[in-house]
T-cell receptor, first 114, second 114 residues
Framework: GENVEQHPSTLSVQEGDSAVIKCTYS??????FPWYKQELGKRPQLIID?????GEKKDQRIAVTLNKTAKHFSLHITETQPEDSAVYFC?????????????FGPGTRLSVLP | GAGVSQSPSNKVTEKGKDVELRCDPI?????LYWYRQSLGQGLEFLIY????????KSGLPSDRFSAERTGGSVSTLTIQRTQQEDSAVYLC????????????FGDGTRLSIL
């Protein structure tokens, strides 16, 4: 089955700096890669996603890149702000076959220091 | 409603009691997932329902845990003879069938076993 690794587990940056979180996946059939942000005590919320036919996607200060050959994808946050502080989860979703096909990484705790 | 609804939002019970947690997915979503999240930890997959197919129960931690989904909509997660280690937030998510669609999470049920 699919296995997703995520690094780093914790990340501290100064306000205004960039933050990068990297994930790797094992199943070459995976074709959908969302990123979720979870603030303390709240539900995980989708912030950006990328499908396997695209190499990069950007939404304001957030971008995601995908390298299918190397089986890794990354989240880039520019001009970080204190409200970006949260836990970020990457995920990989494979073929819609029987069985659990949506695998999350272990999370990255991002702290943006004012 | 517009989102995934979970009830109760909080549940406190004594060790050894049974509990039922409810999830009402977004209308039309055929896939439904249950996760467990302990304090400061990641998302632990429990069970996955896809349409009328047999559920993937591979994540259930013991036979005290069970879940059902009636009529392809509402799901109930049942924990029998609760133990203190069952204390966690239980999150439900739903999604459309195609494999390149995101999960949408509910607010979770915070379960505390005394």
């Amino acid at each position: 089955g699919e296995n997703v690794e995520q690094h780093p587990s914790t990340l501290s940056v100064q306000e205004g700096d960039s933050a990068v979180i990297k994930c790797t996946y094992s199943d070459s059939a995976s074709n959908y890669f969302p990123w979720y942000k979870q603030e303390l005590g709240k539900r995980p919320q989708l912030i950006i996603d990328i499908r396997s036919n695209v190499g990069e996607k950007k939404d304001q200060r957030i971008a995601v890149t995908l390298n299918k050959t190397a089986k890794h994808f990354s989240l880039h946050i520019t001009e970080t702000q204190p409200e970006d502080s949260a836990v970020y989860f990457c995920a990989a979703r494979g073929r819609d076959n029987y069985g659990q096909n949506f695998v999350f990484g272990p999370g990255t705790r991002l702290s943006v220091l004012p | 409603g517009a989102g995934v609804s979970q009830s109760p939002s909080n549940k406190v019970t004594e060790k050894g009691k049974d509990v039922e947690l409810r999830c009402d997915p977004i209308s039309g979503h055929t896939a439904l997932y249950w996760y467990r999240q302990s304090l400061g930890q990641g998302l632990e997959f429990l069970i996955y329902f896809q349409g009328n197919s047999a559920p993937d129960k591979s994540g259930l931690p013991s036979d005290r845990f069970s879940a059902e989904r009636t009529g392809g909509s509402v799901s109930t997660l049942t924990i029998q003879r609760t133990q203190q280690e069952d204390s966690a937030v239980y999150l439900c998510a739903s999604s459309w069938t195609p494999s390149n669609q995101p999960q949408h999470f509910g607010d979770g049920t915070r379960l505390s076993i005394l």
